[in-house]
C-alpha cells in the first residue's frame, strides 16, 4: 500500500516530467546532500534556469502565434452588381475602407457601371479563380450564381451572401455561411404601413408597385411585401415591371396610369427609377393627385422626402423612403469572414440590417448621416433630380 503523500508524488512527477529530473538533485540540496555550498548554489541556479527557458519558451512561442495571426492578411473578392452609376456604391466603398484600415484584410471589389447577369457572373468565376480568403456576394439571381457559388463553396472558399440573399427554402438555397442585410418583404410592408397612416383615416384607392428591375430578388420582394399590405388592409394593389432602361420604364409606367387613372400611390422600388416615375406624374399633371414612395438613404430619395410638404407641385416629393444600412452589409459581412478564417467561428444565419423608415420626422438626421459619407460635393452630385 502507498500513502497519500507517495501517490500524489507519482501523480506529480507523471505529469511533469521536470520533477523527474531535478527532485533527487533538489531532495539533495534540502537535505545536505552536496556538502559544498558553492555545489548547492551551482545545481540550485541550474534548476531555476532550466524550469524558466521552459516556461518561458512556452510563452514566447504563444506569443509568437498570436502576433502571426493578428499580422496575417486576408483577401475577400467582392463582385457586385452596384457600379459607378448608384450612388450606393460610395458608401459601400467607405466600408471598404474603414474596414481595410481596422482590419488585416484586402477587399477586391467589382462591378461594371451598367449591370449585366453575364458580367457579374464572369466577376464570380474570377473570384473563385483568385482561391480568396473569403467571398462576398449579393445574390442577385440564384439560379444564374449558383453554380459557380456551389463549386467555390465545395473547394472551401467561404461565402458571405449580403445585400440581396438567396430566397429559396433552406434545403434549395445556395449553402453560404450567412446573410447581412435588408428582409425586403419586410421593407414593403413598412413602407406600405407609412403610406396608409399618411391617407388615415382614408385609404388609397390604387397602389402600383414599380419593378425597376424584372428578376432582381430584393426589388421584386419590396414589391411583394408592399402589394400584400396593401391588400390585407382592402387596398387594391399591382405589380408594374418597369424595368430598364429608362424609356421603357417611363412608357410602361405612362400606360399604366393612362389605363389605370384612379392610381393614387407608386411605389419605386430602387433608388434610380424614382426620378423617372416623378417624370411621369409630372407628363401626366398628376403629382397632387399620386403619393410617391421611394427606397434607400440616397440623397435623391433624401432630398424628395424633405420636400414632402412642400406644396409646390413641381417639386419632387415623396411621403418616405428607407435605410437598409449599406454601410454595415459591407462591414458585418467582411467581420464574418474575417472571424471564420481567424478563429473558425460561423456567423448567424441571417444578419438584418433593415429596413429603418424615414419620413418628415427623421429624414434632416439621415440627411446628416449620409453628407457624412459623401461629403457636400458628393451628395449634391448624386441628387438625380
Known sequence: MHSTEEKYKSRTNAKNPWMNIFSSDFQKIINGGFKSMKSKFFVLFLIITMIGVVFGEGKAEKETRVEQAAKEKYVFYFPSHIGGADPNMQVWQKAIEDFQELFPVEIKYF?????????FKQYIETSIAAKPDGIMVPVVDPVAVEEPLRRAIKNGIPVMALNIPDPRPFNEKIPYLGFVGEDSIATGRALARRVLQEFAPAKPKHAAAAVALIGHVSLEQRAQGFIEEMKANGVKAERVATDLPETHAKETMTAYIMKNPDVDVIFSTATYN??????VMTQLNKTKEITLVSVDASPTSLEAVAQWENPDPNVPKAVATHSQNMFMQVWYAAEALYIYNRYGMEPPSIIATGPIVIDS??????QMIVKGFFGDKGYNDNILW
Not at 274 to 279: A, C, D, I
Open 111 to 119: 462591378a461594371t457601371t451598367e449591370f449585366s447577369i453575364e458580367s
Open 274 to 279: 424614382t426620378p423617372w416615375m416623378w417624370s
Open 361 to 366: 420626422s427623421n429624414v434632416e438626421t439621415w
